[in-house]
Nanobody, 122 residues
Framework: VELVESGGGSVQAGGSLRLSCAAS????????MTWFRQAPGKEREGVAV???????RYARSVKGRFSIAKDNTMNTLNLQMSSLKPEDTGIYYC?????????????????WGQGTQVTVSS
């Protein structure tokens, strides 16, 4: 299993970024996918999940601003982030698991990408 994130960067508050995660080595459509983030000095937290049936859930802090989607034909997971705030700063990771639950806990995931840095300045 390989997960590779891309799309991070630096943006001013109020701006937008789109993260992508390219997956390989497993049947993408059979797994649920989750975006986590980790801010400096804080625990890794679940941001959004998309279940294998396409259902989605979001952390309260990003609901209405972030949108998770997947393309089963391209084996790609995306996270569209809008109205970004400085508190959205952190390293964003995609993770895969069969049978996700929400809220997601990082200890329950075996497959991780390397992470992509998102920095939002005020």
């Amino acid at each position: 299993v390989e997960l590779v994130e891309s799309g991070g960067g630096s943006v001013q508050a109020g701006g937008s970024l789109r993260l992508s995660c390219a997956a390989s080595g497993y049947t993408f459509s059979d797994y649920c996918m989750t975006w986590f983030r980790q801010a400096p000095g804080k625990e890794r937290e679940g941001v959004a999940v998309i279940f294998s049936d396409g259902d989605t859930r979001y952390a309260r802090s990003v609901k209405g601003r972030f949108s998770i989607a997947k393309d089963n034909t391209m084996n790609t997971l995306n996270l569209q982030m809008s109205s970004l705030k400085p508190e959205d700063t952190g390293i964003y990771y995609c993770a895969a698991r069969r049978g996700c639950v929400w809220p997601a806990h990082p200890d329950n995931f075996n497959y991780w990408g390397q992470g992509t840095q998102v920095t939002v300045s005020s």
